[in-house]
């Protein structure tokens, strides 16, 4: 294989910052429940979150986030080395916040019994079943959308739509929203991803700073 023509297309400088990121995410998600698990788990619902509906439907944004996250780390990764590198470790720094909070303040929340039968209310209940109701504070799932959405906004290596930037925001919200209406988190855990990111790539900015 022909690595100029690899590194045109996706340059290797990104390769060991998203595997890294990876690692981080598994070591925070998955990791901390060793230490967790058994212990006392938080519930932080508010009268709020208790009264909104559960909405099925936005199980689809919930699972398309997963596209949103690779097509956005492979955009942000073809970008300029300290732009890319900015992104990613700003994710790295965002989701220690999050390692730090799983162990310290372990959290749940309550789910509803899922009645119907169409596919939104099936693939809900899959998402049940694989993804238990913990590690809820910060919410990765809105540190991850907010994210991409913030790496992508002033893309330069990759020509994209004017529309793309508002759609991409349209979807993170869809994809906030998801996390409350399917009760998979409650409202500060979307407060707490989105201040994940800002923090990390503040910090991270300290590092590598934005060309002007």
């Not at 709020?48 to 596209?67: E, H, K, N, S, T």
């Amino acid at each position: 294989m022909d690595l100029k023509k690899i590194n045109r297309i996706f340059p290797l400088y990104s390769v060991l910052p998203i595997a890294a990121m990876l690692a981080m995410n598994a070591i925070t998600y998955f990791g901390t429940r060793i230490f967790t698990t058994g212990r006392y788990h938080y519930n932080i619902e508010s009268p709020l979150d208790r009264m909104l509906p559960v909405v099925p439907f936005f199980v689809v944004f919930y699972l398309l986030a997963y596209g949103q996250w690779i097509a956005g780390y492979i955009l942000i990764g073809r970008e300029k080395k300290s732009y890319a590198y900015r992104f990613f470790l700003g994710e790295i720094i965002a989701k220690s916040f999050c390692l730090v909070i799983f162990l310290v303040f372990p959290t749940t929340l309550n789910r509803p019994e899922i009645t119907g039968n169409g596919i939104f209310e099936r693939l809900l209940a899959m998402v049940y079943s694989l993804d238990a109701a913990d590690n809820l504070f910060p919410s990765i799932h809105c540190l991850e959308s907010w994210l991409c959405y913030r790496g992508c906004r002033k893309l330069t290596a990759t020509r994209l739509p004017r529309w793309f930037s508002g759609a991409n925001l349209v979807f993170t919200l869809g994809v906030f929203a998801s996390t409350v209406l399917l009760k998979q988190h409650v409202l500060i855990d979307i407060a707490g991803g989105f201040a994940a990111v800002e923090i990390g790539l503040l910090i991270s900015s300290r590092f590598f700073p934005a060309e002007t």
